[in-house]
C-alpha cells in the first residue's frame, strides 16, 4: 500500500511536460519521480538480493546433501563401525573389565548400531530410490528411523551416566565401591537402552509410505509422508519438546556440571596426594585414576562439541521456519554426531596406554613376547638394587 501511495502521488509533477511513452521519460526538477524511481530499483534490487540469497541457500543445501551423505557418511560409517568393534573385542577382554569400562562397551554397541543406521538412511539420497521397486526399502525406512534414534539417545545418557558413575567414584571413594561395581554397570546400560527404545517407540507411526502415480508418464514412484499422528499438532509439540529436553538440554545441563566437579575434584586429589605422601603405589593409583577420568573428560568433550551445534539450531528452527539454509547446517551438524560416534575409538588409543597395550596383544600377537621381555628387562635393574640392598642388610647384621 505504500508504493501504491507513491506512485499517485508521482503524477502531481507536471505531468504536462512528460513525454508518454511506454517508459516515460521525467523531468530533471522531478524530485517525487526520482524518489518513485529509486523506490522501483531497491524493489527490484530486493527482489533480485532475495532471490540470489534463496538459490545460494539452495545450492549449499544440495551441496552439503551431496558431499555429507553420499560421500562423508558411508565413510565415517566405515571407519566407526570397525574402530567400535576393536572397542567391544578390547573392553570384554578379562583383564580390561570394570564398571566404567562397561558403560565405554554399551556405548561403543549403541555407537556402531547408529552408524549403521544412518549409513542405510543416507541410502534414501540416491538418485532412483523413490522408484516403485524399491517399496520395501521405504518400508523398513521408519523402522530404522526408530533404530537410529534409540541408539543416538541412548549414548546420550551412557555418556551422562558413566560421567556420574565417574563423579562418584573419584569424589565419594567410599561409596564408589559400594555402586560402583560391574554388575550394577550393565544393569543401568541395559536399563537406559530400554528406557530410551520405548521412549523412541512413536516414531515410525509417524510416518506412513504412499504411492504416487505420474498422469503423465504413468510412472509410480514411493515416498514417505507424515501419518495422522505425525501430523497432529499437540502430539508433535508434546513430543518434541519431551525428547528435546530429554535428550538434549538435560544431558548438556548435566555433563557440565559433573565434569566442573570431577575435573575440580580430580585436582584437589591429587594436590592432597602429592603433599600427604610419597608412597610410590598411592602415586601409582593417583595416576592410574588420573588418565582414566581425562580419557572419559575427553570422550565427554567431544560429545558436547558435536552435539551442541544441534542442540542450538533445535532451538533456531523452533522459533523460525524451516529454510534450505538451516537444512544444510541440519546436514552438517547430523555428520558432527556421525563423527562423535566415531571418534571415541580414537581417544581410546591416544589417552589409554592399557587400550593400546591390549589393542597390540590381540592383534598383533607377535608384539606381545617383545613387550614382555621389554618389561622384564626393565624389572631387572630394580630387582638387582634389591638383591644388592637385602645383601647389605644381612651382612650388617650378622656382624
Given at each position: 500500500?505504500?508504493?501504491?501511495?507513491?506512485?499517485?502521488?508521482?503524477?502531481?509533477?507536471?505531468?504536462?511536460?512528460?513525454?508518454?511513452?511506454?517508459?516515460?521519460?521525467?523531468?530533471?526538477?522531478?524530485?517525487?519521480?526520482?524518489?518513485?524511481?529509486?523506490?522501483?530499483?531497491?524493489?527490484?534490487?530486493?527482489?533480485?538480493?532475495?532471490?540470489?540469497?534463496?538459490?545460494?541457500?539452495?545450492?549449499?543445501?544440495?551441496?552439503?546433501?551431496?558431499?555429507?551423505?553420499?560421500?562423508?557418511?558411508?565413510?565415517?560409517?566405515?571407519?566407526?563401525?570397525?574402530?567400535?568393534?576393536?572397542?567391544?573385542?578390547?573392553?570384554?577382554?578379562?583383564?580390561?573389565?570394570s564398571s566404567t569400562n562397561n558403560y565405554l562397551t554399551g556405548l561403543a554397541i549403541s555407537?556402531?548400531?547408529?552408524?549403521?543406521?544412518?549409513?542405510?538412511?543416507?541410502?534414501?539420497?540416491?538418485?532412483?530410490?523413490?522408484?516403485?521397486?524399491?517399496?520395501?526399502?521405504?518400508?523398513?525406512?521408519?523402522?530404522?528411523?526408530?533404530?537410529?534414534?534409540?541408539?543416538?539417545?541412548?549414548?546420550?545418557?551412557?555418556?551422562?551416566?558413566?560421567?556420574?558413575?565417574?563423579?562418584?567414584?573419584?569424589?565419594?571413594?567410599?561409596?564408589?565401591?559400594?555402586?560402583?561395581?560391574?554388575?550394577?554397570?550393565?544393569?543401568?546400560?541395559?536399563?537406559?537402552?530400554?528406557?530410551?527404545?520405548?521412549?523412541?517407540?512413536?516414531?515410525?507411526?509417524?510416518?506412513?509410505?504412499?504411492?504416487?502415480?505420474?498422469?503423465?508418464?504413468?510412472?509410480?514412484?514411493?515416498?514417505?509422508?507424515?501419518?495422522?499422528?505425525?501430523?497432529?499438532?499437540?502430539?508433535?509439540?508434546?513430543?518434541?519438546?519431551?525428547?528435546?529436553?530429554?535428550?538434549?538440554?538435560?544431558?548438556?545441563i548435566l555433563l557440565t556440571v559433573f565434569n566442573f566437579f570431577l575435573i575440580r575434584s580430580?585436582?584437589?586429589?591429587?594436590?592432597?596426594?602429592?603433599?600427604?605422601?610419597?608412597?610410590?603405589?598411592?602415586?601409582?593409583?593417583?595416576?592410574?585414576?588420573?588418565?582414566?577420568?581425562?580419557?572419559?573428560?575427553?570422550?565427554?568433550?567431544?560429545?558436547?562439541?558435536?552435539?551442541?551445534?544441534?542442540?542450538?539450531?533445535?532451538?533456531?528452527?523452533?522459533?523460525?521456519?524451516?529454510?534450505?539454509?538451516?537444512?544444510?547446517?541440519?546436514?552438517?551438524?547430523?555428520?558432527?554426531?556421525?563423527?562423535?560416534?566415531?571418534?571415541?575409538?580414537?581417544?581410546?588409543?591416544?589417552?589409554?596406554?592399557?587400550?593400546?597395550?591390549?589393542?597390540?596383544?590381540?592383534?598383533?600377537?607377535?608384539?606381545?613376547?617383545?613387550?614382555?621381555?621389554?618389561?622384564?628387562?626393565?624389572?631387572?635393574?630394580?630387582?638387582?638394587?634389591?638383591?644388592?640392598?637385602?645383601?647389605?642388610?644381612?651382612?650388617?647384621?650378622?656382624?
Amino acid at each position: 500500500m505504500a508504493g501504491s501511495d507513491v506512485l499517485n502521488d508521482s503524477w502531481i509533477c507536471n505531468i504536462s511536460d512528460w513525454t508518454f511513452e511506454l517508459f516515460p521519460i521525467p523531468p530533471e526538477d522531478c524530485a517525487l519521480w526520482q524518489t518513485v524511481e529509486s523506490v522501483f530499483e531497491l524493489e527490484n534490487e530486493t527482489k533480485t538480493e532475495t532471490v540470489d540469497s534463496e538459490l545460494t541457500y539452495l545450492r549449499f543445501r544440495n551441496l552439503s546433501r551431496f558431499w555429507i551423505q553420499r560421500v562423508f557418511v558411508p565413510i565415517i560409517s566405515f571407519v566407526g563401525v570397525v574402530g567400535n568393534l576393536l572397542t567391544i573385542a578390547i573392553m570384554t577382554r578379562r583383564h580390561m573389565r570394570s564398571s566404567t569400562n562397561n558403560y565405554l562397551t554399551g556405548l561403543a554397541i549403541s555407537d556402531m548400531l547408529y552408524l549403521v543406521c544412518i549409513l542405510i538412511l543416507s541410502i534414501a539420497h540416491y538418485s532412483g530410490m523413490t522408484d516403485f521397486h524399491h517399496i520395501n526399502y521405504w518400508r523398513l525406512w521408519p523402522y530404522t528411523l526408530l533404530l537410529t534414534d534409540a541408539c543416538s539417545n541412548t549414548s546420550v545418557w551412557l555418556t551422562v551416566t558413566f560421567t556420574i558413575e565417574r563423579y562418584i567414584a573419584v569424589c565419594h571413594p567410599i561409596k564408589g565401591k559400594v555402586y560402583c561395581t560391574e554388575s550394577r554397570a550393565k544393569k543401568v546400560v541395559i536399563t537406559v537402552a530400554l528406557i530410551c527404545c520405548c521412549l523412541t517407540l512413536p516414531t515410525p507411526f509417524e510416518w506412513t509410505v504412499i504411492e504416487v502415480t505420474e498422469p503423465l508418464t504413468n510412472k509410480t514412484t514411493v515416498q514417505p509422508t507424515f501419518s495422522e499422528l505425525g501430523m497432529n499438532i499437540l502430539y508433535r509439540n508434546v513430543y518434541y519438546w519431551l525428547c528435546v529436553s530429554l535428550f538434549v538440554f538435560i544431558p548438556l545441563i548435566l555433563l557440565t556440571v559433573f565434569n566442573f566437579f570431577l575435573i575440580r575434584s580430580v585436582r584437589a586429589s591429587k594436590i592432597q596426594r602429592n603433599t600427604m605422601t610419597r608412597r610410590r603405589n598411592n602415586r601409582n593409583y593417583s595416576r592410574q585414576e588420573s588418565k582414566i577420568t581425562i580419557m572419559l573428560i575427553a570422550v565427554v568433550v567431544l560429545f558436547t562439541v558435536c552435539q551442541l551445534p544441534t542442540a542450538v539450531l533445535l532451538v533456531y528452527t523452533t522459533f523460525h521456519p524451516q529454510i534450505p539454509m538451516t537444512r544444510g547446517l541440519g546436514n552438517i551438524f547430523n555428520f558432527l554426531m556421525a563423527i562423535n560416534s566415531a571418534g571415541n575409538f580414537i581417544l581410546y588409543c591416544v589417552l589409554s596406554q592399557q587400550y593400546r597395550r591390549t589393542f597390540s596383544q590381540i592383534f598383533f600377537p607377535c608384539l606381545k613376547t617383545r613387550l614382555v621381555r621389554l618389561h622384564v628387562d626393565e624389572m631387572i635393574p630394580s630387582l638387582m638394587l634389591l638383591v644388592i640392598l637385602d645383601t647389605l642388610a644381612l651382612s650388617s647384621t650378622l656382624e
